[in-house]
C-alpha cells in the first residue's frame, strides 16, 4: 500500500513540474521564467532574443558608416569631376555653368569655340573669352555651380559672335572645354547648342 501511495504522490509531483524550453531542466509548471537558466517560458523570450539582436545591429552601424569612409579615404583616388551644361545661346554670349561633383578642386583651363553652319565649321570673328573673367576658372567640389557667360571681344570691346541674321539660320556652337585638377588629370567636355 505504501508503495502505492508512493507512486500517487510521485504522479502528482511530476504534474506540478514541466522542463524549461531552453535548458531543459525541471521547474514548476506554472513557472514564467527558469530558475537555472533564468529563460521566460512564454513568447517573451523570443522578443528578447530579438531586441538583443536588433540593439546589436543598431550598435554597429556607426562602425559600418566610419569604416565605409575610411576605405574610400585610403582606397579611392581623389579627383576633380567637372560637368558643364550650356544654360543659354545667341549671337550675343554663351553662358555656361560648370559644376564639379568630384573630391578634389578643379580648374577650368580653357573654352574652345568653333561655330557649324551646314556642314562648315569655323571658329568665331571675335576671342572668346567669360565676361569679367580673363583667367582660369577654379570650381570648388560640392558647391554650387559656376556660372559663366561667354562674349566675343575684337580689340578689347566686347561684339556679337556672328551676326542676328546667321544665327536664325542653321548653326550651332561648339564648345571644347578644358579642365584639369590638382592631380595632374586633364580632361575635355564637348558641348553643343544652337546659336540663337
Not at 576658372?137 to 556679337?160: C, Q
Request: glycine share 6%; net charge positive; charged share 25%.
Amino acid at each position: 500500500m505504501r508503495n502505492e501511495e508512493t507512486g500517487n504522490s510521485s504522479s502528482a509531483r511530476d504534474k506540478e513540474w514541466k522542463h524549461c524550453r531552453v535548458c531543459c531542466e525541471p521547474i514548476n509548471i506554472k513557472a514564467l521564467k527558469c530558475t537555472k537558466c533564468g529563460s521566460y517560458q512564454d513568447w517573451t523570450r523570443h522578443l528578447l532574443r530579438w531586441t538583443a539582436l536588433l540593439v546589436s545591429l543598431f550598435a554597429l552601424a556607426p562602425l559600418w558608416s566610419i569604416s565605409n569612409s575610411v576605405s574610400k579615404l585610403a582606397f579611392f583616388d581623389k579627383v576633380a569631376q567637372i560637368e558643364a551644361a550650356v544654360t543659354s545661346c545667341n549671337h550675343k554670349e554663351v553662358r555656361v555653368a560648370f559644376e564639379n561633383i568630384g573630391e578634389l578642386s578643379g580648374i577650368v583651363t580653357g573654352v574652345d569655340f568653333s561655330i557649324r553652319q551646314g556642314n562648315e565649321v569655323r571658329s568665331p570673328d571675335g576671342e572668346m573669352r567669360p565676361h569679367g573673367n580673363g583667367g582660369d576658372i577654379l570650381v570648388l567640389p560640392h558647391k554650387p555651380p559656376v556660372m559663366l557667360s561667354y562674349r566675343a571681344f575684337i580689340d578689347g570691346e566686347p561684339t556679337n559672335i556672328i551676326p542676328k541674321e546667321e544665327a536664325d539660320r542653321n548653326c550651332s556652337y561648339l564648345l571644347d572645354i578644358h579642365w584639369t585638377d590638382f592631380a595632374g588629370s586633364k580632361q575635355k567636355l564637348t558641348r553643343e547648342c544652337r546659336c540663337r
